[in-house]
Each structure stands twice: as C-alpha cells, then as structure tokens.
C-alpha cells in the first residue's frame, strides 16, 4: 500500500478537527500537510501517524498566524464568517444567566441594572428620569447594585481551585 492510499484518511480526519478552530478550509489545511511531506527525503520521513497529527497541528497555528497578520487590501473587505454557532449558543446562555441574576437583585437594583444593560444605551439623565431619582445618586446606586450583583454571580459560579477541582 502506497502512503498516500495508508493515510489519506488520517490526514483528511486531522485536518478537519484542525480547521475549525483556525478559520481555514479543511481542504486547504489537508492540502498543506501533503505538500510539507512531500518537500521531505523519502529516507527523512518519520513514523506516519504521529507526524501526521504534528504537522497539521503545526500548519493549524501557521494558518492561525498568517490570518491574524494579514489584512484586506484598502477598499477591499474581508469576508466576516461572524461567531460560530458555539459561540452564539454560549453568549445567549450567560445573558440569560445575567438578565436572570439581574431580576433577583434587592430594591431599585433590578430597574437600574435592566436600564443599564439597554441596547439603547440610555445616559445618566435619561435613566435618572426613568427611575424617578436624582442623577447624582445614581453613581453609589450603581456600585451598589453591581457588588451586589457581582456577588451573586460569583457564588452561582464556583471558581475551580488549582488542579481543576471545584469547591
């Protein structure tokens, strides 16, 4: 058996679990493994299975590299894959999370924090106004509301000790 035939699966399934966390297209990835075992002496190359996992791995973070320094040509815009759905899916659980934190906060805390957090982003008078309280109070009633708040998410979320044990 030729070593293209042996570990054309081996590289095909490395460089797919490679590529999804550097940006790049599996098959350009795979593409990249080939050409690097190739550029090597027939008598120079290593035991098969594990060079294979080391040079995607390793053309995984050139890949990584090279993205984070290029940039588009001026007037050219780069294509913007946006957040993942891994990433949309975590961002919608923690403000869940905080909206949910924020509805069992004690007094006044709910309103200012929601008013807060407002997409429309509301300035000191407006939320002074919507609260019905001066707008110099609403510096200390902010701190206060976010220790609070601070507090509670904290005791929700144990932070792990070292060696990756919880409390």
């Given at each position: ?8 699966p ?37 035991v ?5 996992r ?50 069992r ?12 957090l407002?997409?429309?982003?509301p ?45």
């Amino acid at each position: 058996m030729d070593l293209v035939t042996e570990l054309s699966p081996l590289v095909a399934a490395e460089a797919a679990a490679e590529a999804s966390g550097t940006g790049v297209d599996a098959d350009d990835l795979e593409q990249a493994v080939w050409l690097r075992l190739l550029e090597r002496q027939p008598e120079d190359r290593p035991v098969p299975a594990r060079w294979v996992r080391t040079a995607v791995r390793a053309e995984a973070r050139r890949a990584r590299r090279v993205r984070r320094q290029e940039s588009p040509y001026a007037g050219e815009r780069a294509a913007d894959p946006g957040p993942g759905p891994e990433l949309a899916a975590i961002s919608a659980e923690r403000r869940r999370v905080l909206h949910a934190a924020v509805r069992r906060t004690p007094g006044n805390c709910p309103r200012l924090l929601t008013a807060l957090l407002s997409p429309e982003d509301p300035t000191y008078r407006e939320i002074a106004g919507e609260l019905d309280i001066s707008q110099g109070s609403l510096g200390p009633m902010r701190s206060r509301c976010l220790g609070c708040l601070r507090r509670m998410l904290a005791a929700e979320v144990a932070a792990p000790e070292r060696g990756g044990k919880e409390r």
